[in-house]
């Protein structure tokens, strides 16, 4: 099972997709206006940071939950492609869940637009972190391991019409 390069790739996603989910994908300030004294902000904060769930406002005090259905994507990727590992006898259902995890992943991506445009009408500004980025990663090791998994059951259906 480890010795297929496929499953080193679902391990690293799987890895990728936990980081995203512990780490802070935005950053968000209000910006004083030049018509008014004070700055125009979510809730009298001046400075946010999304993560998967919550927002926290730049003292670290304060924490309100916004945005679930970003935890629970990455939640739900992260134990599908964790699953995927163990569906190594079955290949057909393990590129079938490679794809699904695909899919989400890209759901993440659209999910974390909409919010974010939401949050920059409110906020102002908008500064994504580095850690926005490991879906993507994520997204791409689980192509690559969708490669292998199909180039494996291609090999198994050669040798099956060879007997």
């Not at 629970?72 to 393990?94: H, M, P």
């Amino acid at each position: 099972m480890l010795q297929r390069i496929q499953t080193l790739y679902l391990l690293a996603a799987f890895a990728l997709c936990i980081g995203c989910l512990c780490s802070p994908v935005a950053h968000f300030t209000a910006i004083e206006s030049y018509n008014q004294t004070d700055a125009s902000n979510l809730l009298g904060y001046e400075q946010v940071d999304m993560y998967n769930l919550w927002l926290v406002s730049s003292e670290g005090k304060h924490l309100f939950y916004f945005c679930p259905i970003l935890m629970a994507i990455l939640v739900i990727t992260s134990a599908l492609i964790f699953l995927d590992i163990w569906l190594y006898k079955r290949r057909a259902l393990q590129m079938r869940v490679a794809s699904f995890s695909m899919i989400l992943l890209v759901a993440w991506y659209v999910v974390y637009g909409i919010i974010s445009f939401q949050l920059t009408s409110e906020m102002q500004f908008w500064r994504p972190y580095w850690t926005a980025a490991l879906p993507l990663a994520a997204l791409i090791l689980l192509y690559l391991a969708f490669r292998g998994i199909m180039k494996d059951e291609k090999l198994v259906r050669s040798l099956d019409r060879l007997r």
